[in-house]
């Protein structure tokens, strides 16, 4: 997808979006998966009935075990990131870890990194679900942040190399578009 702007142009200032060629102030650069995939795709009285769902974890069947946690990718020439708020499925004994270091000060130091999946299907990139991930935990008040360690995927290469400007408004465009 051609940029539509100049691609030089600072993420802050408005863009006309290559997708609805519409002018829009700021440029968006967080997305959230508001549950697991798993989740997401039950019906209403299924989740009642076999699921917890808080802000940061979720429990399904009291056997499947979700983090929330975020994904960055950096902005080359930029000190902005594109960001992912996204859950992996973990273990239960790392879901319980990670429970139990929740409000611990200095957790990044002591715990983690923990090995998870990705547990959200991402429409702009090759498929994401299942992606084996690093867990590694930030400090109180902050999400763990997520790494992909599948190194050839793309979102892999994006989150080590960067994306320029014009990628994140391209990825912007397309999140947008696709609600």
């Not at 239960?92 to 139990?100: A, K, Q």
């Not at 957790?107 to 998870?116: F, S």
């Not at 979102?155 to 408004?169: F, K, M, P, V, Y």
Request: hydrophobic share 40%; net charge negative; charged share 25%.
């Amino acid at each position: 997808m051609k940029d539509a702007i100049n691609t030089d142009q600072p993420l802050s200032d408005g863009w006309r979006c290559a997708t609805c060629g519409e002018s829009h102030a700021g440029l968006p650069l967080s997305f959230a998966a508001d549950f697991p995939d798993m989740y997401a795709n039950m019906k209403r009285e299924e989740r009642d009935a076999r699921a917890v769902i808080g802000s940061d974890q979720c429990i399904i069947d009291q056997q499947w075990f979700f983090i929330r946690g975020c994904l960055e990718i950096p902005i080359l020439g930029s000190d902005e990131v594109f960001l992912w708020a996204l859950w992996a499925s973990v273990r239960e004994e790392v879901f319980d870890e990670i429970s139990d270091c929740w409000q611990m000060a200095g957790r990044e130091e002591i715990r983690g990194p923990y090995k998870g999946r990705l547990n959200n299907s991402l429409a702009v990139y090759p498929e994401t679900l299942d992606l084996k991930l690093a867990i590694v935990m930030q400090p109180v008040g902050t999400r763990p942040l997520f790494k992909i360690e599948e190194a050839d995927h793309p979102l892999a290469i994006e989150q080590q190399s960067g994306i320029t400007c014009a990628r994140a408004r391209e990825l912007a465009a397309l999140i947008l578009h696709r609600r």
